[in-house]
């Protein structure tokens, strides 16, 4: 299996303007959850999917922040407009089930200039 | 909100010297996950531990999950440049509804 794939790996854009980050989970995990970390809050839990339905999004920092699954193999996350605080890298990752260990995407290093 | 307390925070180690992390929280656990992250990279899962007590080796790597179900330790000896890296706890409480709560991490510095 490649494991889980996020893409773009890199995103330099400018605020104001929309980013939209991807994720494929790793075929037949049931539980997808998006990560953002930065150095000053550490590992921040921003929502998570528990068969394509989106269960908790409390950590979703604000409107500009929404997560779509259409599907069990797809995941996006969007940030409209972007902000210079939105600055950090993206994590998807993925679980068989919600009480075992995760598999971590690459991520994606965001940089709103 | 319930919070998971990692120290130390960086561990300066000579190459062969051992290295200790430690999680704590107020709250009984779960379970409770171990991850390592290299520098640049991204958390990779290491170990559950579930049972009150449970210890659990991986070659040079030794997990504990304490009696109470509130602590637990990671212990590597004899350090090599491979192990460098920040390592987390991921606690799961007991009323959670999958959510980890993470520690900050302990970052592990190999000494030139």
């Known amino acids: 299996d490649a494991g889980v794939i996020q893409s773009p790996r890199h995103e330099v854009t400018e605020m104001g303007q929309e980013v939209t980050l991807r994720c494929k989970p790793i075929?037949?995990?049931?539980?997808l959850f998006w990560y953002r970390q930065t150095m000053m809050r550490g590992l921040e839990l921003l929502i998570y999917?528990?068969?394509?339905?989106?269960?908790?999004d409390s950590g979703m920092p604000e409107d500009r922040f929404s997560a779509k699954m259409p599907n069990a193999s797809f995941s996006t996350l969007k940030i409209q407009p972007s902000e210079p605080r939105d600055s950090a890298v993206y994590f998807c990752?993925?679980?068989?089930?919600?009480?075992?260990?995760?598999?971590f995407g690459s991520g994606t290093r965001l940089t709103v200039v | 909100g319930q919070q998971v307390m990692q120290i130390p925070q960086y561990q300066h180690v000579q190459e062969g010297e051992d290295f200790t992390t430690y999680c704590n929280s107020s709250?009984?656990?779960?379970?409770i996950q171990w991850y390592k992250q290299r520098p640049g990279g991204h958390p990779v899962f290491l170990i559950q531990?579930?049972?009150s007590g449970e210890v659990k080796k991986q070659k040079r790597l030794t997990f504990q999950f304490g009696e109470a179900k509130k602590d637990s330790s990671l212990h590597i000896t004899a350090t090599q440049t491979t192990d460098v890296g920040t390592y987390f706890c991921?606690?799961?409480?007991?009323?959670?509804?999958?959510?980890?709560?993470w520690g900050a991490g302990t970052k592990l510095i190999i000494k030139p």
């Open positions: 990752a993925s679980s068989p089930t919600g009480s075992y260990g995760y598999t």
């Open positions: 999917f528990n068969n394509n339905v989106p269960i908790d």
């Open positions: 075929s037949g995990h049931d539980y």
């Open positions: 991921a606690a799961r409480p007991l009323d959670s509804n999958y959510q980890l709560i």
């Open positions: 531990l579930v049972k």
């Open positions: 709250t009984t656990l779960s379970n």
